[in-house]
């Protein structure tokens, strides 16, 4: 089945502590995101990419790091000098151009003890 | 900048009866595209319908459908027969041609009441 995994489901980690969130989609997409979710605020666009080893900053950018060495992988970390990180988290991906919708992964939940 | 309004933040409908959501959206785009999500409770988001700005015609999808006024920037969603397990949140989203990223309204939770 082609779709969009995101691992793990619940992550919890200290405060000044770096956290990394996977994202990995077999749909053969070009085009990555990723969201941030908090109550009364719909999605946030944080990165994205429509190519392998280019990306773009998103609106709430600050804080956060990506990559992208693989078509199929866009993984997220949280860096310590996100000060608000706890958040539900989701990756989505398109094909490129021509206005088609984005598909989503299940999320993560990171939650800062 | 583009923006998405959802002036509803929650609605409730009794069971087999419809509902409308509102969105409106500001751009100066003439060629774009609109889309409604729906996150039940497990938070997975779910394409409910697509609209194309050059379009006319309103989409439909089974029991969803949209009312499209381009002129008025306003892009409601009616769910007719409405089933328990419509009970989500929807977003309003929009998306430029000419444009990968897509712009999302902060939601209306909808309620289905048995």
């Known amino acids: 089945d082609g779709g969009i995994t995101q691992s793990p489901k619940y992550l919890f980690r200290k405060e000044g502590q770096n956290v990394t969130l996977s994202c990995e989609q077999n749909?053969?997409?070009?085009?990555m995101y990723w969201y941030r979710q908090d109550p009364g605020q719909g999605l946030r666009l944080i990165y994205y990419?429509?190519?392998?080893?280019?990306?773009q900053k998103g609106d709430i950018a600050e804080g956060y790091s990506v990559s992208r060495e693989k078509k199929e992988s866009f993984p997220l970390t949280v860096t310590s000098a996100q000060k608000n990180p706890t958040a539900f988290y989701l990756c989505a991906s398109s094909i490129v151009g021509q206005g088609y919708e984005q598909f989503f992964g299940p999320g993560t939940r990171l939650t800062v003890l | 900048a583009q923006t998405v309004t959802q002036s509803q933040p929650e609605m409730s409908v009794q069971e087999a009866e419809t509902v409308t959501l509102s969105c409106t959206y500001d751009?100066?785009?003439?060629?774009?595209?609109l889309f409604w999500y729906k996150q039940p409770p497990s938070r997975q988001m779910i394409l409910v319908i697509r609209q194309e700005a050059y379009k006319q015609q309103n989409a439909t999808e089974n029991r969803f459908s949209v009312n499209f006024q381009k002129a008025a920037k306003s892009f409601s969603l009616k769910i007719s027969d409405s089933q328990l397990g419509d009970a989500a949140m929807y977003f309003c989203?929009?998306?430029?041609?000419?444009?990968?990223?897509?712009?999302f309204g902060k939601g209306t939770r909808l309620h289905i009441l048995p």
């Open positions: 989203a929009y998306r430029r041609r000419r444009d990968d990223k897509i712009i």
């Open positions: 749909l053969n997409h070009d085009a």
């Open positions: 990419s429509q190519i392998v080893n280019d990306f």
């Open positions: 751009t100066s785009e003439s060629d774009y595209y």
